[in-house]
């Protein structure tokens, strides 16, 4: 279900910034968001939060700068990389991407790499490469899993109620954790509805890519619906929840397994 873009003041005061998806990024997005109903462009408000001026990538330190910036024929990927700057257009995508990079600067500035790296052996190809398209789906609709082996398990199974409701107590301690770092799924959640799916990488730490591209390959990823994490949504206490396997759906059969092809919630770069 594509995202409705609601227009860009409703979209801004539509934000919840209790919600517990947002808690790793409300610190900085708290006074993005004000600056922006106050009138700021989303690059203006992003670059005034303090963190920023942190963030360095290899070419500097890290701009938000107007879409327009961005060189016609120059891939978007590659221009961060060369510039440290990053094209920002005054909506919600790009406004929760910025938070994403200044939450998580190092997973940010290692998928940028990762893409450069790819772009320059292949250069900018009518569909992305397989390489590509493992990288946008983390950064667009990704979330990191930090839990132990057993319920790493039970999802990859995708035993939802052995996970979701048994496994409760779990989910409310911290024991099990979900980090979003996909800014596509954030900004769905802005008007929230109960199919929103995040692409979770278990490997669950930045670390892990250091090793390259190739541990995406073949794509490492499990569906979660992310509004069925516990207590991210008050409707998932309620019986039968779980039991929508439009939504919830079980494990598919092998043959069928292999026709299935996960895509990001939004590919809007």
């Known amino acids: 279900m594509p995202v409705a873009r609601l227009p860009l003041r409703g979209a801004f005061e539509a934000i919840d910034w209790d919600a517990p998806w947002?808690?790793?990024?409300?610190?900085?997005?708290?006074?993005?968001?004000?600056?922006?109903?106050?009138?700021?462009?989303?690059?203006?408000?992003?670059?005034?939060?303090?963190?920023?001026?942190?963030?360095?990538?290899?070419?500097?330190?890290?701009?938000?700068?107007?879409?327009?910036e961005l060189p016609p024929g120059e891939a978007y990927e590659s221009f961060i990389f060369r510039t440290a700057c990053v094209?920002?257009?005054?909506?919600?995508?790009?406004?929760?991407?910025?938070?994403?990079?200044?939450?998580e600067p190092a997973l940010k500035l290692r998928l940028n790499e990762l893409h450069a790296q790819v772009l320059a052996v292949e250069g900018v190809q009518p569909r992305r490469s397989p390489l590509r398209d493992a990288l946008t789906l983390l950064d667009e609709s990704g979330a990191l899993l930090d839990a132990p082996a057993d319920a790493v398990a039970l999802l990859r199974a995708r035993r939802w109620r052995e996970l979701l409701v048994a496994q409760r107590g779990r989910w409310l301690s911290g024991e099990i954790r979900l980090r979003l770092i996909g800014h596509a799924v954030m900004e769905q959640l802005v008007q929230p509805y109960?199919?929103?799916?995040?692409?979770?990488?278990?490997?669950?730490?930045?670390r892990a890519l250091d090793a390259g591209v190739q541990v995406l390959q073949p794509r490492p990823f499990l569906p979660l619906p992310v509004l069925g994490v516990p207590p991210w949504w008050a409707a998932n206490a309620q019986p039968g929840f779980y039991e929508d396997e439009a939504v919830f759906r079980p494990l598919p059969s092998p043959a069928s397994a292999d026709s299935v092809r996960l895509r990001p919630a939004s590919l809007a770069r």
Do not use: E, M
């Not at 799916?197 to 490997?203: G, R």
């Open 22 to 68: 947002l808690v790793p990024y409300r610190a900085h997005g708290q006074a993005a968001c004000a600056a922006v109903l106050g009138g700021a462009g989303v690059a203006q408000a992003l670059n005034a939060v303090p963190a920023r001026a942190q963030v360095r990538l290899a070419a500097g330190a890290l701009r938000f700068v107007p879409q327009s």
């Open 87 to 103: 094209p920002t257009r005054d909506h919600l995508h790009d406004f929760f991407n910025g938070l994403v990079w200044l939450a």
């Open 194 to 206: 109960k199919g929103i799916t995040a692409h979770v990488w278990p490997a669950g730490a930045v």
